[in-house]
């Protein structure tokens, strides 16, 4: 028997569908083609659609994490805060991270836009508000973040009322020691400090007071001037 099928159309586009297995150039084909409401990642080649994003869970923590980077961002010329960015990472990998913290592309910064506007190379700082996805965060897009060369990874488990804080070493992705009274102190940007405990206990100006106090100091200077001195001229 000869089976008969209907060509399709060359311009059809398809719905993204969760796993499945595409490359990046048919994945933002078809995530372009969405609905803007539309949350997807392609990870090593299998597509994740991202669950209702809960105000509880996500949206309010989220919102409170990037006043924190801003303050130091504030404070901290050359460097930039970006909200669910897509990063192109390879023709497997295209992910959007709720928040990323990069040195500027004109201090010398190695994650910039590309051609397609879409970011490419690795920020020196991603950050995941991890309610329902949790597993993945902590899992394949962790050890896809540490391939690509994140320098840190910071996962807020909502649900789980934690903190981790990771730093690449080259090799792996390590937990990031708290000091004495359960602060976390970044190693790539001087002075980024999180109060963890006040955090998690919703005490945001505890948490801002205790960047602030940081910023003081000689290190944040130096890291400031030392960004001023990569500037390229327009």
Known sequence: MTSIQMARPASQVFPLE???????AEFLRRYEAMP?????????GTVFMSSA??????AEPHSRLAAWLHCYKGRTPGTSVLIDPTLHFSESSVV?????LRVAPDRGGR???????????????VLEIAASSAGRDLHSKKDLYQ????????VWRTLDAAIDWFVNTGDAFEPLAPDAEGCLHSSVFPSLALDAPAL???????????LESGL???????FVARLERARRPD
């Open 18 to 24: 969760n796993g499945d297995h595409l490359d990046a």
């Open 36 to 44: 803007p409401s539309t949350r997807a990642e392609l990870v090593e």
């Open 53 to 58: 994003v809960r105000a509880d869970a996500h």
């Open 96 to 100: 959007q991270p709720d928040l990323l």
């Open 111 to 125: 994650c910039i836009a590309g051609t397609d506007g879409y970011l490419m190379g690795p920020p020196d700082m």
């Open 147 to 154: 391939a690509q060369g994140v320098r840190e990874y910071l």
């Open 200 to 210: 998690l206990a919703g005490d945001d100006n505890r948490v801002r007071i205790r």
């Open 216 to 222: 003081e100091v000689g290190a944040h200077a130096e």
